[in-house]
């Protein structure tokens, strides 16, 4: 079992920025990729961006290019969304997620087998 815990997440106006945590513990050592999602009210969970742990290569949806980066730390088994100029429509609650097995399309929910409790970003205006 893996377990994923998000922090970071709060009140920020708009143009501004807010690094995510997320720290993943138990069996780490089959981590294939952690991503980034974001549900907002009404709407359905969103693939924001990902990272393959092992070779450290990164994927992002369109809509955060130039804007949301994502990093690792694999001595804590963290990774971290930092989200720059930030608009009011990216309020939702941020979740990672992690996949344990290779897996072509980052972007796909159906990817991920672990899932972190989430953490509300709120952009204000």
């Known amino acids: 079992q893996v377990q994923l815990v998000e922090s970071g997440g709060g009140l920020v106006q708009a143009g501004g920025s807010l690094r995510l945590s997320c720290a993943a513990s138990g069996r780490t050592f089959r981590t294939y990729a952690m991503g980034w999602f974001r549900q907002a009210p009404g709407k359905e969970r969103e693939f924001l961006i990902a990272?393959?742990?092992?070779?450290?290569?990164?994927y992002s949806a369109e809509a955060v290019k130039g804007r949301y980066t994502i990093s690792r730390d694999n001595a804590k088994n963290t990774v971290y969304l930092q989200m720059n100029s930030l608009k009011p429509e990216d309020t939702a609650i941020y979740f990672c997620?992690?996949?344990?097995?290779?897996?072509?399309?980052?972007?796909?929910?159906?990817?991920?087998?672990?899932w972190g409790q989430g953490t509300q970003v709120t952009v204000s205006s």
């Open positions: 990272i393959r742990w092992g070779v450290g290569s990164t």
């Open positions: 997620a992690l996949a344990t097995k290779v897996a072509l399309r980052l972007e796909a929910r159906s990817t991920y087998d672990y």
